[in-house]
């Protein structure tokens, strides 16, 4: 992108404003969620960022629904206004700017301007015949039909003959070539720069402006016959918050646009044609960057619309992910928001799936950066009483690692690349995992090794620093989470990109760790789960409902009848604290895992546990668990197992057995 004009101050950055004629849905989601992370991204930089977003309001689809539920256009609107604010606050979106258009300031903004273009002959009126598709609010051209309906919605159209103001796009195609060509990070990406040109070379209509007048659109200023087509009106939005012709001061700190994020439909015909040419008839700076994404599908490939019954709602999904989780609901949000960037590059179409986003939990959420801090945590809690440890010069083997991985994540943001962001940040993730595993702190704390242990588990936890500021832009509730578990909340050190450099983290600080941010889910229990709540709904009191019993069981509660011993069985079993220091999969199983468990006694207990199905091996490093420590030796797959591991779980283990607070290995369990 060109450099900024030296009078301008502010990052600005817009989302397309929402029609309001239903609800906020995965598409919008998907784009105020991509804006929001560029706008987190240079608020990072220390830069001032001003983020716009908003509703659309006017146009006979809003006459129309507003009939339709019994309510004024103002009360209809008012309503699912309302559902886009709320939408927004609860996914994350920190915008700074929200316009409605039938806010007055806007209103005289866009009488302002078409009374400017008119007196300089960019506007006529005219006589136009032609088709007009009601949901779309698009006035089309016969060549534009596709069999006769719409070529974006495919529903009817209809014919209109009537007299209308139009605006002269034809006298800009020129300028538009030339500055497409000239500037190649104008639309993005490259395959719908392409497009635009091809549909500027094709040739470039003069654009119906105006409509015949209703009570409910802008007027036309000095024709009572005409209102202003709502297209018009809601591209001007970006001009009205930029403070263009009532507030100079704040229009030369934020015009022009530096980015300006929608979907594919609304690029051709709107942004890249209508909207740079009013711009040039207006004598005003283009915008830096229009990015056009693309399309969400469902799991089938199939584009998503009410009349298939296929639309993703964002809301449905963030509950299903705590349900199945049992994360906290911001952690649900931000399992989205790491999904919708992650899965695709941005501005190709994907397809939606919940068996993706839950695999997505499980791989990089859970086993990746979940396992990342809930191993190094519990560690700097046992062996460095939960300080961070002087680095000493043994410190700094991450350090090179840290360097490259911002560079990179910061090229990626520059060019609006989230999902190679979130790879190179999770490429890290893995090294450092790995690290971890190399260098073994367990092993050095049992042969005293103080300072090599210090340097690893600084290096480790300055690394957990870096990523919560990366994945800031992204998951912020997440990275506040860690930066809390950190203990860098009471710390002086802020959260900025500035911070990201080696070995800025201060000795002494006190971690304080949580519970887990990502618990791993049993996959197929959830995704059965998914799949009866599609189900039709069972009959009220069907034996599928009633758990059945024998008619000589006698059970107080629901569930099987617990086999009673005295206590002086119970006496003889001796439970013991643990800490897993090594865990690795027994050959040839899938579900086996041998560990070698620190219970306080000279050498580790070897163990074999069928942990496989639910745990990787990585994540057990440093868990704390409780071991029967008096079983019977046995030989399981050939291996050797000296105890068993508890867990909770009737047929699979879904949690481990552990105390809820810091006890040394070899504590007996009472």
Not at 164 to 171: C, D, E, L
Not at 368 to 394: F, K, S
Not at 445 to 458: I, N, P, S
Not at 545 to 567: L, T
Request: net charge negative.
């Amino acid at each position: 992108m060109p450099d900024q004009d030296s009078d301008k101050t502010a990052f600005y950055i817009t989302t397309p404003i929402y029609y309001v004629s239903g609800k906020p849905h995965i598409g919008s989601a998907y784009t105020n969620i991509a804006t929001d992370v560029l706008a987190r991204y240079h608020r990072l930089r220390g830069e001032t960022v001003v983020f716009a977003t908003g509703t659309d309001e006017h146009g006979q689809k809003v006459v129309r629904g507003a009939a339709e539920a019994g309510k004024s256009p103002q009360d209809f609107a008012d309503i699912l206004v309302g559902d886009y604010q709320r939408a927004w606050e609860r996914l994350h979106v920190s915008h700074t700017h929200f316009i409605r258009t039938t806010e007055e300031q806007h209103v005289h903004v866009v009488q302002e301007i078409f009374a400017r273009l008119l007196a300089q002959d960019d506007i006529y009126l005219s006589e136009y015949t032609g088709w007009y598709c009601v949901p779309c609010e698009t006035y089309l051209l016969e060549a534009d039909l596709l069999d006769g309906n719409c070529p974006e919605c495919g529903r009817p159209v209809e014919q209109v003959a009537e007299k209308a103001y139009f605006f002269r796009t034809s006298n800009y195609a020129d300028r538009l070539i030339r500055h497409i060509e000239e500037n190649d990070g104008f639309i993005a990406p490259e395959s719908r720069r392409n497009e635009v040109l091809s549909f500027i070379r094709n040739g470039l209509h003069d654009a119906c402006i105006s409509r015949t007048k209703t009570d409910w659109d802008i007027p036309v200023p000095d024709d009572e016959t005409q209102s202003v087509y709502v297209w018009l009106d809601a591209l001007i939005n970006y001009l009205t918050v930029a403070g263009f012709t009532t507030d100079d001061e704040q229009f030369a700190a934020v015009w022009p646009p530096d980015v300006q994020l929608m979907g594919k439909d609304i690029l051709i015909r709107f942004h890249g044609t209508l909207w740079p040419a009013m711009l040039m008839a207006l004598e005003l700076p283009l915008s830096r960057c229009l990015f056009a994404h693309g399309w969400w599908n469902d799991e089938h490939g199939q584009k998503m619309s009410k009349s298939k019954g296929n639309v993703v709602d964002p809301f449905e999904v963030i509950d299903r992910i705590v349900e199945y989780s049992g994360v906290r609901t911001k952690f649900g949000v931000d399992t989205l928001r790491y999904y919708l960037l992650r899965e695709v590059p941005f501005g190709a179409d994907g397809n939606f799936s919940y068996r993706g986003i839950l695999q997505r939990f499980n791989a990089d959420l859970a086993n990746d950066l979940g396992n990342l801090l809930h191993r190094t945590l519990p560690l700097v809690e046992r062996y460095l009483d939960g300080r961070v440890p002087d680095p000493g010069p043994a410190a700094g083997a991450l350090s090179e690692d840290i360097t490259q991985t911002v560079a990179s994540v910061q090229a990626c943001l520059d060019e609006i690349n989230f999902r190679d962001a979130l790879m190179t940040v999770w490429e890290f993730i893995a090294r450092c995992n790995k690290f971890i595993d190399h260098r073994a702190p367990w092993t050095l704390h049992k042969q005293g090794k103080r300072v090599e242990l210090d340097a690893v588990l600084y290096d480790m936890l300055d690394a957990i620093r870096v990523i919560a500021i990366l994945i800031d832009p992204f998951m912020p509730e997440v990275a506040e989470e860690i930066w809390d578990q950190l203990g860098l909340s009471e710390a002086a050190l802020s959260r900025a990109w500035g911070d990201l450099q080696p070995q800025r983290l201060q000795a002494g600080i006190t971690i304080h760790r949580g519970a887990p941010i990502f618990p791993r889910m049993d996959l197929d229990r959830a995704l059965a789960k998914l799949a009866n709540s599609k189900a039709p709904p069972q009959p009220e009191n069907s034996s599928e409902d009633v758990p059945q019993q024998p008619d000589d069981h006698k059970a107080d509660g629901a569930g099987d009848e617990i086999n009673k011993i005295s206590f002086a069985d119970f006496q003889r079993l001796d439970l013991r604290t643990g800490c897993v220091i090594e865990a690795a999969r027994i050959p040839g199983t899938d579900k086996l895992l041998v560990l070698q468990v620190d219970i306080g006694e000279d050498q580790p207990r070897q163990v074999v546990a069928g942990l496989a199905a639910r745990f990787n091996p990585r994540q057990l490093l440093g868990r704390s668990v409780v071991l029967v420590a008096n079983l019977e030796p046995a030989t399981i797959h050939g291996t050797q197992s000296n105890g068993m591991i508890l867990a909770a779980g009737e047929k699979e283990p879904l949690a481990l057995i552990a105390s809820d607070d810091d006890v040394a290995p070899g504590e007996k369990v009472r």
